[in-house]
């Protein structure tokens, strides 16, 4: 059982420079996050998705782009990469129902030089 | 608006000492509270949480957390620290309503031999 799988697991990018990062699980569920970790900052929720084909704003949405064109699947892109954007990010989904755990992918860290 | 106060970013105790790790939390009307687990370049676990009933919750690792309400507090504790628990720790929130668990900045915890 894979759980929530993210790829790359780490990736180093030039200023102005776009990627993508995919998220899948296979649990079936209908919602799915995308955090951002920093030292001293938890985690800030930057987009999420309560099923397939939505997507909503998080905290600190600017500069990222999110699709969920399948429930299984959902990505986050950086269209023009900037250093402030150096990061480990996390991807978690969970069931419905507002006392359901995340579960958590083991985190991309991006580096942008 | 919710919030969550983990006081303390760093907290050091001895192995087999009592482990206490503080969590405040601001919500209009009364959350689900969880407490999760990073070990180094790993997602986030759960730890153990609160949804309603009895306000002691145990958790995994011999962890457990009170929920009291006239405090606002989630306290995380253990009676024996092992070495074993070195991590950080992030205590978060959800209001019923809402898709979004908030996250406070967390606490990393060391273990002294």
Known sequence: NAGVTQTPKFR???TGQSMTLLCAQDMN???????RQDPGMGLRLIHYSVGEGTTAKGEVPDGYNVSRLKKQNFLLGLESAAPSQTSVYFCASRMTGANSPLHFGNGTRLTVT | AQSV???GSHVSVSEGALVLLRCNYSSSVPPYLFWYVQYPNQGLQLLLKYTTGATLVKGINGF???????ET???????????SDAAEYFCAVQEDSSYKLIFGSGTRLLVRP
């Open chain 1, 12 to 14: 180093v990018l030039k």
């Open chain 2, 5 to 7: 106060t983990q006081l």
């Open chain 2, 64 to 70: 457990e957390a009170e929920f009291k309400k006239s």
């Open chain 2, 73 to 83: 507090s989630f306290h995380l504790t253990k009676p024996s620290a092992h070495m």
């Open chain 1, 29 to 35: 569920h209908e919602y799915m996050y995308w955090y």
